[in-house]
């Protein structure tokens, strides 16, 4: 079973940074996009970034400018920058594995106080 462990979330004031992480392990034979998605209360999930194996790169508009996904494919790990913090940025982030079949891991909570 592939397993997502996501790391990084928390509480910050608006204008502050985070940096999430999120590493696959377990039987994963082929990675290719990984990315986040996030959801609000009472909201749809949504694409937050998205990022290939080759590490070409798409932004939603709402983060373009602040945040930066990445991924070191070594690690099997894909990291969110997250600069200019927003309360509306406050949501649940969900860690986007896409292979063979796709992947989410369990969710970490981003509050953003204003």
């Known amino acids: 079973q592939v397993q997502l462990v996501e790391s990084g979330g928390g509480l910050v004031q608006a204008g502050g940074s985070l940096r999430l992480s999120c590493a696959a392990s377990g039987s994963i034979f082929s990675i290719n996009d990984m990315g986040w998605y996030r959801q609000a209360p009472g909201k749809q999930r949504e694409l937050v970034a998205r990022i290939t194996r080759g590490g070409s790169t798409n932004y939603a508009d709402f983060v373009k400018g602040r945040f930066t996904i990445s991924r070191d494919n070594a690690k099997k790990t894909v990291y969110l920058q997250m600069n200019s913090l927003k309360p509306e940025d406050t949501a649940v982030y969900y860690c986007?594995?896409?292979?063979?079949?796709?992947?989410w891991g369990q969710g970490t909570q981003v509050t953003v106080s204003s």
């Open positions: 986007y594995v896409g292979g063979m079949r796709d992947y």
